[in-house]
C-alpha cells in the first residue's frame, strides 16, 4: 500500500452470520497529514451513515490518536484501519516505531501537551495498545459503542 492512498472499503467476515465494514488508509507521518485522517475518517463515516455523537467522538479520536503518532514515534507512515461491526466502532491507528512501554495517560498536561490520550479514554467505551509484532511498531485503539443513530 502505497502512502497517501486510502484502501477499497470492504465487506470483512468476522465469523459465521457476522459481517464488519472495514476501512484502511495510510497517510505519511507528517503534521499535516492529521486533517487528512480526519477527512477520510468523515467521508468513510458518513458513507456507513453514521452520525451523532459517534461520529464525532471517531473523528476527534482518529485526530488524537493519529497525532500522537506522528509527534511520539519514528514512523515514517501512519496506518489507520475503522471497523464497524454490529455493536462498536473500533478505530486503530499503527505507527511504525515507539517508545518502550507505549503510550500512557497523563493527569497532568504542559500546556500544548498531555490530554490526547485522557479525550480519548473519556470518548471511547474502551482504548489500549499492543505491539504490532515483528517489530513493526505499535498498534492504539479505541472501540466506541453506538448510539441511537446507528445505521451501519
Known amino acids: 500500500m502505497a502512502p497517501g492512498s486510502a484502501l477499497i472499503p470492504r465487506l470483512m467476515d468476522l465469523s459465521p452470520g457476522t459481517e464488519a465494514l472495514r476501512y484502511c488508509f495510510a497517510l505519511p507521518a507528517r503534521p499535516e497529514s492529521v486533517a487528512g485522517a480526519r477527512r477520510l475518517t468523515r467521508a468513510r463515516l458518513a458513507d456507513w451513515r453514521l452520525t451523532g455523537d459517534t461520529h464525532d467522538a471517531a473523528v476527534l479520536i482518529v485526530s488524537e490518536l493519529f497525532t500522537n503518532a506522528v509527534v511520539h514515534t ?3 507512515r501512519v496506518v489507520c484501519e475503522l471497523r464497524c461491526d454490529a455493536a462498536r466502532l473500533r478505530v486503530s491507528v499503527q ?11 497523563s493527569l497532568t498536561s504542559d500546556g500544548e501537551h498531555g490530554r490526547g490520550l485522557l479525550l480519548v479514554d473519556s470518548m471511547s467505551a474502551a482504548w489500549g495498545s499492543h505491539d504490532a509484532g515483528n517489530h513493526s511498531g505499535r498498534i492504539v485503539w479505541a472501540e466506541l459503542p453506538y448510539g441511537p443513530e446507528r445505521s451501519c
Open 95 to 105: 505507527d511504525q516505531g515507539h517508545e518502550p512501554g507505549g503510550p500512557r495517560l
Open 74 to 76: 519514528a514512523s515514517a
